[in-house]
Every structure is written in C-alpha cells, then in structure tokens.
C-alpha cells in the first residue's frame, strides 16, 4: 500500500524533480525465463461463484475449497479470515479515528459476511467465529486431516459491501471488492496466523493458491480483475464471467460502469488501465508499462498474463492485490502527476514484492514495504537517471531526520499511526536498502534481488531469511539494522 499523507508536499517535489527529468531511457533487455507450471496439488485451489445485487450491494456466494494440509501435524481445525466483518461495526472499521470522514463520506455504513453452511461432501461441518473483530472462521473437520491430506470445504455465504472507499466497498464510481470471500489463515513455523483486520498498514498473510471464479455482476458495469477472464457469458441483462487464477495468493475485483480501458502486450502480460479521465488514464498507463519492464529486468519477469492499474473510489492512495492494483481517483490530475507516477510505479513494485515473494504484512511490513519503496526509487532511477535517484533519496533522508523511532522492525499494531509507520518502514526502510547497495555493489546488489526473487517466488519469506542472504554477501546486517554502515 501507499498511504499519499500530502499532495501538495508531493507536487512541491514534483517540481523540483521535474527540472531534473531527462530523456526515457531505453531499457528494454530479454528474459527467458518463463512461467513455471501449475501442476503443484499442494495448493488450496478455491472455486467461488458469486453474483452480485447492485441494488443491495450485495454479493450471494458459493464457495468450495480443496485445503491441503501443508503442515506436519494432524489438523482438527481449519482457520479463515472473513475479513468484511472488520466493517460490521464502527468500533471494528479498519481506519483511524481521523480518517472515518474519508473512509465514509456518507457516515458508518455496514459491511459484512454472513455464513449460511458449512458442509464437507454433504455434511455438515460445525463451525464457529471468533477473532476480535467477528473475522475468523474457525472450522471442525469431522475427522483429522493428516499432513498432505486434502479437504474439501464447501462455504455458502453472502457478503454485504460499505458505503465506502477504502479497500472494500463502494463509493460513487467503483465498487471495490477485495478481502471478500473466506481465504485460509496462513499455518506457518509459528502455528495458525489469526491476526485480523488492523488499521494500520496492509493486515494480510496468505499462501499462493488456484482460483476459478465465476462473477455475476450487471451488464452495465465492466470488470477489472485478479486473473484472466476465460469466458464472457451474457443472459438477458446479465454478464457471466468465468476468471482463472493460478499461482496467485489473493483474488480482487472492481466493477464500474465508468471505466474506459487501454491495454497492450508486453513480454507476455496483456497491461490494462482502467479509468475515468482520458489524459491520466494514459499517464497511469504508460507508467504501468515502463514500470513492469523495468522490474522484470532488474528482478526477473512477471510471469502472469495480466496486470490492471485501476482508478477507483479508494481515499488512501495506492494498493496491491495480484495482478491488480487500486490507484485514489484524485491522482489523477494535474497537481498529482508526479504523486501518481510514484504510487503506480510503488504498487507494481509489490507484484513482486508482496504477491509472488510472500510474507506475513502484520509482524514483518519492512519485508515488502522497504524493498517495494526502495524498487519505486530504482524505477526513477532507471528512468529519469541518478541525479533524480539521489534526489528521492536525500528527500527520504530529511524527513526522516526528525523521527526518533529507530526501530523499522516492529509490526503494524506496534506503530501509533500512519505517518510513522510511513516514515519508518517505508523510507527508512529502503534507505536500509540503499545502505545495504552501497557496501555490496551494484553486481552484487542486483544478483542477489534476483537470486532471492527466483528462490522464493510464489512462497513466503521471513525478515531472518532476507537478513541472512546479505550476511553472506558480507554485510553486517546488525550494523544496519541499527542505523550505522
Ligand atoms: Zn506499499
């Protein structure tokens, strides 16, 4: 995510960056390297249909998972967050105080999940939630799922959207629905990760799986979606829409009857920019393009068909989910020109970082967050040169002087709010980064981005095994953890 705290301090920087801004640079280099197949079984693999009533903003949802146990013990239970009743009650809504007028620009509105059954092959499966937001499915297996062993888990639920434009909910121009649907908690070294919906950050851990849904919505609306769209079906007003995911750790989608879409085939990956406004939707397009070259020459290649920057109703500025990313509508304008080509190229940067090497956001948010900002100051670096490279970061520098707060290593509860979460895991995060370049080299530095891209896509990586891969590069990663290099 990307929360812009300040759009004028963003255009002010804008304008000096501007004067620095030379010619495109030509960046484009070949990549061989190609998806790998999808034959893993040792997947969740969710089938979902959903159909969506415009007039009650509702979705109606039948939901069959086949959970693999990819633990080494015997499993009795199995955890899901249903993250939308983290917007049944004002007291639960995941935004701080100050930010609810925002949030809900029509005053607190409901959304919700509301589970109807729960059955492995006919039978009834016993269920209950908990979590201290009501958005945790827990659920008894009739018999102990041994190690390896799959289960299939069929849910019927219905979930009711916000009157609101953060990430989940509806506001007048788009209806984002994300964090919708029961995705299993991750089950890691530490056992079951039971963490809810937080205010701050991005509150999500999940395992890469397979996805095939199918999408009811109005035919007046056109989708942007995690995935590809195998089929368009249309039944009186009606469109059906069968979406095939594979080898991604979440599904979104966002519906409005407002889009105009642009789109173009680069290095396998269709890119689309859906958006309101002619002009800026071009902007977001071509950073969208420039962006997924750069970092699939500096990481490796993004290995899924399709990549979708869409304008939405969402007040906080830029957000990731795989294949798809929400971009705040007031970006797009004229004062926001830079303040947009920064939260795009930042929320590419997370499809490497966040959706194809994974890791928990809550307990360790520097993990994705730090690399992401410092690969967002690599695309201007590789684009506008290193004077404007130096620039980003002597800016990063400065405000990041006045902060006390050392430790970037904490977890999103630990922070008081947004704006020193931003200051510390995002910027001196990656000034972490830029240290760690500067006592390895540039050869070192890319080989090992690469190295650690190709080892752990599609998993989830922990700060120890970051740490560990530049300790044997020779960085004393102790030193710059605590701030001296
Ligand atoms: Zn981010």
Redesign the pocket.
């Known amino acids: ?2 929360v812009i705290l300040n759009k004028k301090k963003f255009f002010k920087l804008f304008t000096v960056l501007f004067l620095l801004f030379s010619a495109i640079t030509c960046f484009a280099k070949t990549d061989l390297q190609v998806f790998k197949g999808d034959k893993n079984d040792d997947l969740n693999e969710y089938t979902i249909n959903a159909s969506f009533n415009e007039k009650l903003k509702k979705l109606t949802c039948s939901q069959n998972v086949v959970y693999v146990n990819n633990t080494k013990n015997n499993l009795r239970e199995v955890y899901f967050h249903i993250y939308p009743n983290a917007f049944s009650k004002e007291k639960y809504a995941p935004f701080a105080k100050n930010e609810l007028k925002d949030a809900y620009p029509n005053g607190f509105s409901k959304g919700y999940i509301k589970v109807k059954s729960i059955l492995n092959n006919q039978t009834k499966l016993s269920y209950s939630i908990s979590g201290k937001k009501e958005d945790l499915l827990i659920i008894k297996l009739n018999n102990e799922l041994k190690p390896d062993e799959k289960i299939d888990i069929h849910i019927e639920y219905d979930v009711k959207l916000p009157n609101s434009i953060g990430r989940f909910g509806y506001g007048d121009n788009t209806i984002n629905i994300t964090n919708w649907y029961p995705i299993a908690c991750v089950h890691d070294e530490r056992g079951w990760n039971k963490k809810g919906y937080e205010k701050i950050g991005d509150p999500f851990y999940s395992d890469v799986s397979n996805f095939n849904v199918i999408i009811k919505i109005p035919n007046k609306y056109k989708i942007a979606s995690t995935g590809v769209i195998k089929s368009k079906k249309k039944s009186n007003d009606i469109n059906i829409f069968k979406v095939d995911a594979r080898h991604v750790r979440d599904f979104a989608f966002i519906l409005s009857d407002k889009f105009s879409i642009l789109s173009t085939n680069i290095k396998d990956t269709n890119i689309y920019s859906y958006f309101f406004d002619d002009k800026y939707g071009k902007e977001a397009f071509a950073v969208a393009k420039d962006s997924l070259v750069v970092f699939n020459d500096l990481f490796g290649k993004y290995p899924y068909k399709t990549y979708s920057v869409v304008e939405s109703d969402f007040f906080i500025g ?1 957000m ?1 989910y795989p294949n798809l990313v929400m971009i705040d509508e007031r970006l797009y304008d004229q004062d926001s020109k830079f303040a947009l080509e920064y939260v795009v190229a ?2 590419t940067a ?1 499809q490497w970082w966040y959706s194809l090497v994974g890791n928990d956001e809550i307990s360790e948010p520097w993990l ?2 730090a690399l ?2 410092y690969s967002t100051i690599l695309y201007f670096e590789q684009k506008y040169g290193k004077e404007v490279k130096d620039r980003l970061i002597k800016h990063m520098k400065v405000r990041t002087m006045t902060k006390q707060s050392k430790n970037i290593f904490k977890s999103t509860t630990e922070f008081d709010n947004s704006i020193d979460y931003s200051l510390c895991v995002y910027s001196k995060g990656a000034l972490m980064i830029d240290d760690i370049r500067k006592k390895v080299g540039d050869n070192v530095f890319f080989d090992t981005l690469r190295k650690y891209y190709n080892e752990n896509k599609y998993k989830n990586v922990t700060s120890d095994q970051f740490m560990n891969m530049w300790e044997k590069e020779g960085v004393n990663t102790e030193k710059i953890m605590n701030g001296n290099n």
């Open positions: 995510m990307l830029g990731e930042h929320e997370h994705d967050e992401t900002e």
